[in-house]
């Protein structure tokens, strides 16, 4: 098996963290091919903060996300802020009530909070101040450097013997076929490279390479910046994590160094609508040949709901103009369920997608789970639960909402005028 070829198509935390996890377990002929050198300027692993949370309503992430924060405060830790962790929802949540139950009972410590103005009492810099929200602190959360910590991830792959290719040379056009066998890809510069397994780790992008239609869907994600002055910044410097369920809206601690404070919205997002180079079919998903990073253009509404998180969690700072913005590509499942498994009708492809908008967090260790599915030897559960559903006939559009982890408005498609701006 070492020296068969596998190519790995996608450098963000799915990919890198597979191709090293491979390296270890024997096989000595990887290729990690993308558009871009990782940490891949418009990707999704990308950018200087992912939060780090082991609260969740599902035991199993919870569980994994445990085992994670061990890699964080280990391998990682230079990248790594245990800034303490904040979840509140000015009513009652079914998710936030289940992630606390979960927490406590795989043994971790919560404040309760059932007003908010109790969380100046643990950080007193926090100018958020809405009686009433109810929730919980999570002093062992936090925040991590996504582009360093990818950084490093691929220096690791590197070192350990896997190639990558990146570039138009590295730019996948299409799966490459022989029957209904994947044997490869073409590229789009015309040539082709032979694999014995491809595995796809595109996130948002790998409806552009097969019909994932049933089983996930793109959406877009706001995401802002605020430049802080070294005072303002030392001011927020011990601020938590702090996410209101009933937006979706989320802020960081200002990055030390850089004193840039982000806010994003976990929410239902936006669609777009392109062709697919490789298919033909019409997706939805972020541009393959454009970096989608470099507009800085956000939806009107997206915009404000952003700026309303603004005022409501850093008041003093609501007229601050954002010295950046983007939109983060998520790949939304039904259930929030990754999607790791062998493609059920094509030999040759193995499928590591569907972060749904909470993998990063998993770096340390979500190569390990993606390596015992490829080789079978995950327990059955967890091949269920990631399994490639096949499409169901006449389903129509698949609500693809999530874990119930979600806020604000509902999924809305851009229109040809917004798309044309991003
Ligand atoms: C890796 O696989 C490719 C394609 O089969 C082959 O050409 C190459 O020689 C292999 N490399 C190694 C180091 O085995
Ligand atoms: C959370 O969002 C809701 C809905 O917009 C809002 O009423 C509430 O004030 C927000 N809470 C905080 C603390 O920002
Ligand atoms: C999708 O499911 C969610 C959660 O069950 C629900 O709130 C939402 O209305 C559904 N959306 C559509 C378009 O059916």
Request: charged share 20%.
């Amino acid at each position: 098996m070492g020296a068969d070829a596998i190519l790995i198509i996608g450098a963000g935390v799915f990919g890198l963290s597979t191709a090293l996890e491979l390296t270890k377990r024997g096989y000595r002929n990887i290729t990690v091919l993308d558009r871009h050198v990782p940490p891949v300027v418009d990707g999704s692993s990308v950018d200087i903060s992912r939060i780090i949370r082991a609260d969740y309503a599902d035991p199993i992430y919870a569980q994994m996300a445990l085992e994670a924060q061990e890699g964080w405060s280990t391998t990682y830790s230079d990248f790594y802020h245990k800034s303490g962790f904040v979840l509140f929802s000015d009513k009652s949540n079914a998710y936030l009530q289940k992630s606390k139950e979960t927490i406590l009972e795989k043994g971790g410590y919560v404040d309760e909070l059932s007003d908010l103005s109790q969380l100046r009492r643990l950080y007193p810099a926090v100018e958020a101040n809405v009686p009433g929200a109810q929730g919980y602190h999570n002093p062992s959360g936090g925040w991590a450097d996504a582009a360093g910590s990818i950084g490093l991830l691929a220096s690791q792959c590197s070192s350990a013997g896997v190639s990558f290719i990146t570039g138009r040379r590295g730019t996948v056009h299409s799966l490459r076929r022989s029957g209904n066998k994947v044997v490869g890809v073409n590229l789009v510069d015309g040539t082709h490279l032979p694999a014995s397994q491809v595995i796809l780790a595109t996130g948002a992008w790998s409806n552009r390479l097969i019909d994932l239609s049933q089983a996930a869907a793109s959406s877009g994600q706001p995401v802002g910046f605020l430049q802080l002055t070294p005072e303002e910044a030392k001011k927020f410097a011990n601020v938590p994590v702090m996410i209101n369920f009933s937006t979706g809206v989320f802020s960081f601690p200002p990055t030390p160094g850089s004193n840039i404070l982000k806010l994003a919205r976990h929410g239902y997002g936006y669609a777009t609508e392109a062709k697919s180079e490789a298919t033909g079919r019409t997706i939805s998903g972020p541009r393959r040949d454009a970096s989608n990073a470099a507009s800085g253009y956000l939806p009107d509404d997206a915009d404000q709901a952003l700026r309303e998180g603004v005022k409501q969690l850093f008041p003093s700072l609501q007229d601050r103009p954002w010295s950046n913005r983007r939109m983060c590509w998520y790949t939304d499942t039904p259930t929030g369920d990754f999607i790791i498994d062998h493609h059920p009708t094509l030999p040759g492809l193995f499928v590591a997608t569907g972060g749904a908008g909470h993998g990063f967090k998993f770096l340390p260790v979500l190569g390990k789970y993606v390596a015992d599915c490829f080789e079978n030897k995950a327990p059955r559960e967890l091949r269920e639960k990631w399994r490639l559903k096949a499409p169901t006939d006449g389903a129509g559009t698949v609500n693809m909402s999530g874990d119930g982890s979600r806020g604000g408005p509902p999924l809305r498609k851009l229109s040809v005028l917004e798309q044309s701006k991003l």
